[in-house]
């Protein structure tokens, strides 16, 4: 594929404008990675401003068969944004504006590379936001958050992403632009717009997006549930959701996590805890006020040392801080960390705590704890240092046991970072071969080369056999290329 | 009448299949199993995916054109179909797959009935939120399939929002899954959301996997009427932008009232019914809330039979009125009064006249036409006003016409444009029954 590099970059800028390919190295180095672990350096990286580029691109390179990367903030954890090697990325950094924002029917239309929190501050003056908030959300982009159906704490009540997105507008790999949805709930014939979010990039690249915007509630009210042990505070998850409490966010931190977090930003997390849960609830102010007494008495039923109330919007800001700081705090501690994000039942949560303590100690790794309880999605924080071989070794074994785990109870491997190149090898275990046929199936009715995010999603050999070689297409050949 | 036929031989392999006692081709009970007058050629009745599966293959190979079906309420929806070899039923698919009370999601056969689960939910104080017409018969199955929906859909969501699995053979006769049991889960295509709604076209659905909800303490509906949509619809958007958080929002046209509450006073305008769940604090929080306009407040079984009477409005309409047009509507929510100006001015020029209920918080409308009683109504008629409010639509709303006469079938299609990309359907019809044996001719292609 390097070997077509040179005419391709010439007519990548022809279509996008002079400034908006990079091809030297210094600059790709960029682009070769997103926040988890692997790497890969892409030949070329193009800006499109519009979804006419973003077709002829895709038109461009369906005809060179160059494999297609499409790349946001880079902020994804499962490799989903890792290009191939040599191969080209469209970065959506050019295009993001946020196109309409209609306030009656509550509904946003954006280009892919708006950042997920500028959406919320954009509409926060109509009293309306985005509810889908990971914890990323500051730089992650909504196109990004598509592709991976992306969730974060307040989904446990809202949904993630496929919840809150009602249409796309979508480039093929064909180059052809289409459309799916609009902006009614629901509508006849196939849901495309449900299929195309989560389906990683593997089927079409979204170029516009309308999403649902939701009205800010009355009230909110903010509890930390301070515990002694992990095994209290996942206990009391289990006692929530069983007491038909739907908190908008349930989140729990063990005390290393805590503590790491605690030094860094000044939470007002209890050091001495075993765990913590920060618990949400909104709605009406009456209805809030009886959650809020009715989960403190879960949270002590079930030995909470204490549960505080955040008083007001400063202290409440300051939980959610801690919360949303802690990946940066644990960077103050670990040159690496790896972070899963496996599913288990709800009932589980004491058990899958448990599993990962003891994997913590069969493979002599610190793990941390800090994710989202309500709706049993976990992210064990394994640290490493990437300089360590025979660690990392140990590092890939206990994140696989930990999973293992997960789908032995009937849960997940991944709740909203997605599959990606990371977990793609696991699938088999959740999926039987007929049931990723299917699906392989579906991604050849629009992507039958895998040219568009190839190597992604679907365990490596079942990969390999269908790539296909490179295309012998006349037209281009004429032109020279 | 037309009826299909298949040659015996075939019948011996489904017999080889599923038992002879689950293979029926009795002329009377076929007869009774046609669909708009098309008499399938022979039933069979799978015990398990892996018969759906065999079944599928079969017919899959010998190019028989496959109809499933579960509790037979919503058949008569869709375009003619050009003939039916097999007609499949799922009601024998009604195992619990898993029940995790604490953790609340089940996941059951799709020949389970929507009645049947709730019931076996609600001993748990726990509550399906699907809420079809007929749920005493409508199953899982065909509650996705179909992609139907109720009140309920305003506070709940729809069934896109808390289906958290689904297993199905595809139109090939490959089995497959998507999602799984857990509430959260990004594995994988989501093959819930091509399923719902798919009308049976892409593959035959054996069991899903549901979220559920803790059910409501108690519940209570308050009405307010108005003179006209205009300001019905402007209470609407009242309660769509006060800090209230319904469970259904419902507005109910007069001729729609007089249809759900029989012997209720005509001309008592258009109502907003608001059912609102909680303590009697938070209660009397609506009342204040929603002001003087609310004339009537219901509850306890008043309340649930009113509910009732509403999800099963399709079935009075067509009822009271069995020469109508019985439409639906999906639709931004701003586009409400525009329609329903669009729907009295069709009417109206046509002689017809209507009923309208909707969830209008999330935009979804039912309307039924009929003949206005001192008005000669032609085929023509019926015709002119399908295509009268198919033209008229404003862009993303989509329109199907559910019930008409059976003499208008021929001339009505039963779904309309589409905001979604056709050929891209086309595509995924095809990746997954690429010799179209499913509902051929019903849905799409």
């Not at chain 1, 493979?363 to 994710?371: A, Q, R, S």
């Amino acid at each position: 594929m390097p070997v077509n590099l040179p005419g391709l970059v010439e007519h990548l800028r022809k279509i996008a404008g002079r400034d908006a390919v990079l091809d030297r190295p210094e600059d790709l180095m960029l682009y070769e990675y997103d926040a988890g672990i692997r790497k890969s350096t892409p030949g070329a990286v193009v800006f499109p401003q519009n979804t006419e580029q973003v077709s002829q691109i895709m038109r461009l390179a369906t005809a060179l068969n160059v494999a297609v990367v499409p790349r946001g903030a880079g902020t994804g954890l499962s490799g989903g944004s890792i290009p191939q090697e040599g191969g080209l990325v469209i970065a959506f950094s050019r295009m993001n504006r946020i196109l309409e924002v209609d306030v009656e029917n509550q509904r946003a239309t954006v280009r892919p590379g708006v950042v997920n929190l500028q959406l919320s501050e954009h509409v926060a003056h109509l009293g309306l936001y985005f509810a889908p908030d990971p914890s990323s959300q500051k730089a992650c982009t909504i196109g990004g958050n598509v592709a991976e159906n992306s969730g974060g704490p307040h989904t446990l009540l809202h949904g993630v992403t496929v919840n809150h997105v009602t249409g796309v507008e979508v480039v093929l790999p064909s180059g052809e632009i289409v459309y799916f949805g609009g902006k009614a709930a629901e509508s006849y014939g196939f849901d495309m717009t449900g299929f195309m979010v989560g389906s990683e990039g593997t089927v079409g690249i979204v170029t516009a997006i309308t999403v649902k915007l939701l009205r800010k509630p009355e009230k909110i009210a903010t509890l930390l549930g301070v515990f002694e042990s992990v095994d209290d505070a996942a206990l009391t998850v289990s006692a929530i959701t069983a007491a038909g409490i739907t908190p908008a966010a349930l989140e729990m931190l063990d005390g290393w996590t805590l503590r790491t977090v605690e030094a860094f930003c000044h939470a007002g997390y209890p050091l001495d805890a075993g765990a913590v849960l920060l618990i949400e609830l909104e709605g009406l102010r009456e209805a809030v006020e009886e959650q809020a007494v009715a989960v403190t008495e879960v949270c002590l039923a079930q030995k909470a040392r204490e549960v505080r109330r955040a008083k007001d919007e400063e202290e409440r800001a300051l939980l959610w801080k801690g919360r949303k700081m802690a990946f940066a705090a644990l960077g103050r501690v670990t040159p690496s960390y790896y972070t899963q994000d496996g599913v288990v039942p709800r009932s589980q949560i004491p058990a899958v705590m448990r599993h990962i303590g003891n994997v913590a100690k069969k493979y002599d790794l610190t793990i941390g704890n800090i994710f989202h309880a309500g709706d049993g999605n976990l992210h064990p924080l394994i640290l490493f240092d990437m300089r360590n071989a025979e660690q990392f070794e140990r590092v890939l074994s206990a994140s696989t046991e930990i999973l293992e785990f997960c789908i032995q109870c009937g849960g997940s491997i991944t709740g909203e970072h997605g599959v990606g190149m990371e977990k793609r090898d696991l699938m088999s275990r959740l999926f039987t071969e007929e049931d990723l046929d299917v699906m392989i199936s579906l991604r050849n009715a629009f992507n039958g080369r895998d040219i568009l995010n190839p190597q992604k999603i679907f365990p490596m050999p079942r990969m390999c056999r269908e790539i296909t070689g490179p295309s012998q297409n006349p037209v281009l050949m004429q032109e020279g290329m | 009448m037309s009826t299909a036929t298949v040659p015996t031989r075939f019948a011996a392999d489904f017999r080889a299949i599923c038992g002879a006692e689950h293979v029926t081709e009795d002329p009377a009970q076929m007869q009774a199993w046609n669909i708009l007058g098309i008499v399938p050629a022979l039933a069979v009745t799978p015990a398990s995916a892996d018969e759906v599966a065999g079944i599928l293959r079969f017919a899959n190979e010998h190019g028989l054109s496959v109809v499933p079906a579960g509790g037979f309420t919503r058949q008569q929806v869709g375009n003619l179909p050009p003939q039916i070899d097999v007609l499949l039923f799922t009601t024998r698919l009604t195992a619990v797959e898993h029940y995790d009370v604490g953790d609340l999601t089940v996941g059951i056969g799709a020949g389970c009935t929507v009645a049947q689960l709730s019931a076996m939910v609600a001993k748990d104080g726990l509550f399906f939120a699907g809420d079809p017409a007929q749920p005493g018969r409508s199953t899982i199955g065909g509650l996705l399939a179909t992609g139907l929906y109720g009140p309920l859909r305003h506070g709940y969501g729809g069934l896109r929002d808390y289906c958290i699995g689904v297993r199905f053979v595809t139109g090939d006769g490959r089995k497959g899954k998507g999602g799984g049991r857990v509430v959260k889960n990004v594995a994988g295509y989501d093959m819930m959301k091509l399923f719902i709604g798919s009308q049976g076209t892409l593959g035959i659905i054996t069991s899903a996997s549901f979220k559920l909800f803790p059910a409501p303490r108690q519940t209570r509906t308050f009405v307010a009427f108005f003179p006209s949509a205009t300001e019905a619809l402007q209470f609407r958007s009242q309660v769509l932008r006060s800090p209230l958080d319904p469970i259904c929002l419902e507005l109910v046209s007069p001729q729609a009232h007089e249809l759900l509450v029989p012997g209720s006073p005509a001309g008592a305008g258009w109502s907003i019914c608001v059912r609102a769940a909680g303590s009697e604090t938070v209660l009397a929080r609506y009342r204040t809330e929603l002001g003087p306009a609310v004339v009537r407040e219901m509850e306890g079984a008043n309340e649930q039979g009113f509910w009732r009477a509403l999800e099963d409005f399709s079935l009075l309409a067509a009822e009271r009125h069995p020469r109508s047009l019985l439409i639906s509507m999906t639709l931004p929510v701003r586009d409400v009064q525009p329609v329903l100006n669009e729907v009295s001015a069709v009417a109206e020029s046509n002689h017809f006249s209507f009923a309208a209920i909707g969830r209008v918080g999330i935009a979804h409308l039912l309307i039924s036409l009929w003949q206005a009683p001192d008005a000669e109504v032609s085929l023509v008629s019926f015709v002119n006003t399908v295509s009268g409010l198919r033209n008229r639509l404003p862009r993303d709303v989509s329109m199907a016409v559910l019930h008409c006469p059976s003499e208008a079938r021929h001339h009505i299609s039963a779904w309309g444009p589409m905001p979604t990309d056709l050929e891209s359907m086309r595509a995924v019809k095809m990746a997954l029954d690429s010799k179209d044996i499913l509902n051929r001719g019903r849905f799409l292609f």
